[in-house]
């Protein structure tokens, strides 16, 4: 079972506390340092001292990092050229020694597009599918060879496909719950479907319909890892877990419904149900950074029930 932090930097915080959590995560033996990527606070947050760009913030730390892998839930197709991403994307894992992790998906929040001038255009799936086919022909044309792509939005003539990640394959992650393209493009390009934020029904119902769409086009759906992402508040006891929902302005029933909220019990057997439903691997959305101890309760007391 793969335990993974997620964070949302967008809510207000510096490098360096990015680089505290990364750390700590590396200490306590989570699997994984993951961030959202996003240019604008959402509710009623300060956001201060103001954005990180994602994949600068990776590049920081795959220098300050030696274990734990990097990566993002997601990278907005919007933000970014396929092929400059490509190169980003590929010089991170190089300085990490081939420890990075790609999600990628649509773009959907209209206004940090607006508040810092990106184009956020109508038909953002059509582009994400060709941002997907792109990105991984870069990375799969051998040595020596080059890509060529003509699409509806994106056209690449004769590219060296050049750098390539230090991985063989470096791990492309595709989520969300859409019932029918959604799966379709996950079956096609990626390694990892990740479900965000959505209960063990709906979760169980979208694992399969990936699954059928894995075999649907000629992979076998083990050949994917499952994974969900839900906002994680846990504590040594009831009075721990009350705080740490205060802290980030949440009510503890609600958490407990809707994320990996409660005592490490409670947790454990939230888990389980979601395991059941086909995940096998879970990224704890943090939402406030400065509560190192919450990164420790889980590594200790809720990572060791799991096995």
């Known amino acids: 079972m793969d335990l993974r932090i997620f964070t949302e930097p967008q809510q207000g915080a510096s490098y360096d506390t990015l680089l505290s959590v990364a750390k700590a995560a590396e200490d306590l ?17 300060s956001g201060l001292p103001g954005p990180t760009d994602a994949w600068l913030t990776l590049a920081g730390l795959a220098r300050e990092t030696s274990r734990i892998r990097l990566g993002t839930l997601m990278t907005a197709a919007t933000f970014r050229l396929p092929g400059v991403l490509a190169i980003q994307v590929a010089q991170v894992d190089a300085m990490s020694g081939g420890r990075v992790e790609l999600g990628l998906g649509a773009g ?25 086919a792109i990105v991984t022909g870069l990375f799969g044309t051998p040595e020596g060879e080059t890509f060529s792509y003509d699409g509806t939005y994106y056209q690449l003539a004769d590219s060296p496909a050049l750098p390539k990640p230090v991985q063989e394959k470096l791990p492309i992650l595709v989520g969300g719950m859409g019932k ?15 479900i965000p934020f959505a209960s063990v029904e709906d979760s169980a119902a979208q694992f399969e319909r990936v699954r ?33 929902a205060a802290a ?5 029933d609600e958490l407990k419904r809707n994320g990996l909220a409660g005592t490490p019990a409670e947790v454990v057997d939230k888990i389980g149900r979601y395991a059941e439903a086909g995940a096998s691997r879970f990224y704890f959305q943090i939402l406030d950074l400065s509560d190192l101890d919450h990164l420790d309760v889980i590594a200790s007391q809720v990572a060791p029930q799991l096995g």
């Open 108 to 132: 959907w929040f209209a206004a940090e597009h607006t508040a810092y001038g990106i184009p956020f255009p109508a038909e953002k799936f059509p582009r994400l599918e060709e941002q997907l």
């Open 180 to 194: 029918q393209r959604t799966p379709a493009l996950a079956a096609r390009y990626a390694d990892e479907f990740n």
């Open 212 to 244: 059928r769409a894995a075999e649907e086009a000629g992979r076998k759906p083990d050949d994917l890892v499952y994974s969900n992402a839900l906002v994680a508040c846990v504590g040594k006891d009831d009075v721990e877990v009350a705080r740490r």
């Open 248 to 252: 980030i302005g949440r009510e503890v």
């Open 29 to 45: 033996r989570f699997d994984a340092f993951f961030r959202s990527d996003h240019y604008l606070k959402m509710g009623e947050v």
